[in-house]
Protein backbone atom coordinates (compact mmCIF):
# COMPACT_ATOMS: atom_id res chain seq x y z
CA UNK A 1 0.00 0.00 0.00
CA UNK A 2 1.26 2.84 -1.01
CA UNK A 3 1.87 5.57 2.00
CA UNK A 4 3.84 8.85 2.67
CA UNK A 5 4.88 9.55 6.55
CA UNK A 6 5.91 12.93 7.58
CA UNK A 7 8.64 13.54 10.59
CA UNK A 8 10.38 16.40 12.33
CA UNK A 9 7.59 18.74 12.96
CA UNK A 10 8.16 20.13 17.08
CA UNK A 11 8.23 23.39 18.78
CA UNK A 12 11.05 25.97 17.67
CA UNK A 13 12.04 29.72 18.36
CA UNK A 14 12.10 32.27 16.10
CA UNK A 15 14.99 32.30 14.18
CA UNK A 16 15.22 28.60 14.69
CA UNK A 17 15.55 25.78 12.74
CA UNK A 18 13.72 22.15 11.95
CA UNK A 19 14.15 19.28 9.06
CA UNK A 20 11.11 17.58 7.86
CA UNK A 21 11.20 14.63 6.44
CA UNK A 22 8.75 12.76 3.91
CA UNK A 23 8.85 8.78 3.66
CA UNK A 24 7.48 6.65 1.09
CA UNK A 25 6.96 3.34 0.78
CA UNK A 26 4.47 0.90 -1.29
CA UNK A 27 6.12 3.14 -4.33
CA UNK A 28 9.44 4.39 -5.41
CA UNK A 29 9.39 8.52 -5.01
CA UNK A 30 11.90 8.58 -7.67
CA UNK A 31 9.46 9.17 -10.58
CA UNK A 32 7.10 11.86 -8.63
CA UNK A 33 6.99 15.49 -8.24
CA UNK A 34 6.72 15.88 -4.78
CA UNK A 35 5.27 19.01 -2.68
CA UNK A 36 5.12 20.11 0.62
CA UNK A 37 2.27 22.16 1.76
CA UNK A 38 1.46 24.17 5.32
CA UNK A 39 -2.02 24.77 6.82
CA UNK A 40 -2.24 27.11 9.45
CA UNK A 41 -5.48 27.32 11.48
CA UNK A 42 -8.62 28.87 9.74
CA UNK A 43 -6.16 29.41 6.34
CA UNK A 44 -6.48 27.29 3.19
CA UNK A 45 -3.82 24.59 2.25
CA UNK A 46 -0.84 26.54 0.51
CA UNK A 47 2.22 25.22 -1.35
CA UNK A 48 5.04 25.86 0.13
CA UNK A 49 7.83 24.01 -2.21
CA UNK A 50 7.87 21.24 -4.69
CA UNK A 51 10.82 19.19 -6.18
CA UNK A 52 10.58 17.47 -9.54
CA UNK A 53 11.65 14.25 -10.92
CA UNK A 54 12.72 14.89 -14.20
CA UNK A 55 16.10 17.28 -13.09
CA UNK A 56 15.37 17.96 -9.36
CA UNK A 57 14.41 21.53 -10.29
CA UNK A 58 12.37 23.07 -7.53
CA UNK A 59 10.26 25.87 -6.70
CA UNK A 60 9.54 27.90 -3.33
CA UNK A 61 6.55 30.17 -2.41
CA UNK A 62 7.85 33.74 -2.07
CA UNK A 63 7.42 33.70 1.86
CA UNK A 64 10.49 30.73 2.42
CA UNK A 65 12.61 31.39 -0.72
CA UNK A 66 15.87 32.09 0.88
CA UNK A 67 14.91 30.09 4.14
CA UNK A 68 13.97 26.73 3.03
CA UNK A 69 15.54 23.95 0.86
CA UNK A 70 13.67 20.50 -0.56
CA UNK A 71 15.87 18.04 -1.78
CA UNK A 72 15.43 14.00 -2.30
CA UNK A 73 17.24 10.98 -0.93
CA UNK A 74 16.16 8.17 -3.92
CA UNK A 75 18.00 5.87 -2.15
CA UNK A 76 16.31 6.28 0.90
CA UNK A 77 13.24 6.90 -0.48
CA UNK A 78 12.74 10.62 1.09
CA UNK A 79 12.18 14.03 0.58
CA UNK A 80 13.32 16.69 2.98
CA UNK A 81 12.42 20.06 3.53
CA UNK A 82 15.35 21.96 5.59
CA UNK A 83 14.03 24.97 6.91
CA UNK A 84 15.84 27.87 8.93
CA UNK A 85 15.23 31.62 10.13
CA UNK A 86 11.70 30.32 11.22
CA UNK A 87 9.55 32.82 11.63
CA UNK A 88 5.46 32.33 13.59
CA UNK A 89 4.05 33.19 10.38
CA UNK A 90 5.44 29.56 9.43
CA UNK A 91 3.53 27.89 12.01
CA UNK A 92 0.74 25.38 10.61
CA UNK A 93 0.71 21.99 9.53
CA UNK A 94 3.16 20.49 7.14
CA UNK A 95 2.18 17.64 4.78
CA UNK A 96 3.81 16.32 1.78
CA UNK A 97 2.30 14.93 -1.35
CA UNK A 98 3.23 13.17 -4.42
CA UNK A 99 2.00 13.71 -8.60
CA UNK A 100 3.11 12.34 -11.57
CA UNK A 101 6.39 13.20 -12.60
CA UNK A 102 7.70 14.30 -15.86
CA UNK A 103 7.47 17.98 -15.94
CA UNK A 104 8.16 20.81 -13.86
CA UNK A 105 6.80 20.74 -10.53
CA UNK A 106 6.23 24.66 -10.97
CA UNK A 107 3.63 23.63 -13.09
CA UNK A 108 1.60 21.68 -10.92
CA UNK A 109 -1.42 22.51 -9.05
CA UNK A 110 -2.74 21.36 -5.62
CA UNK A 111 -5.53 19.12 -7.22
CA UNK A 112 -3.19 17.67 -9.10
CA UNK A 113 -1.65 15.96 -5.87
CA UNK A 114 -3.02 12.27 -5.21
CA UNK A 115 -1.27 10.89 -2.52
CA UNK A 116 -0.70 12.81 0.68
CA UNK A 117 0.48 12.12 4.20
CA UNK A 118 -0.80 12.52 7.59
CA UNK A 119 0.69 15.96 8.45
CA UNK A 120 3.43 17.54 10.99
CA UNK A 121 2.86 20.24 13.22
CA UNK A 122 5.26 22.76 13.24
CA UNK A 123 4.86 25.87 15.89
CA UNK A 124 7.32 28.71 15.89
CA UNK A 125 6.68 30.35 18.66
CA UNK A 126 8.84 32.19 21.45
Known amino acids: QAQLVEYGGGLVQPGGSLRLSCAASGFTLAWDNIGWFRQAPGKEREEVSCISSSDDSTDYTDSVKGRFTISRDNAKNTVYLQMNSLKPEDTGVYFC???????????????????WGQGTQVTVSS
Open 97 to 115: AVTSGGSACSGDTITDYVL
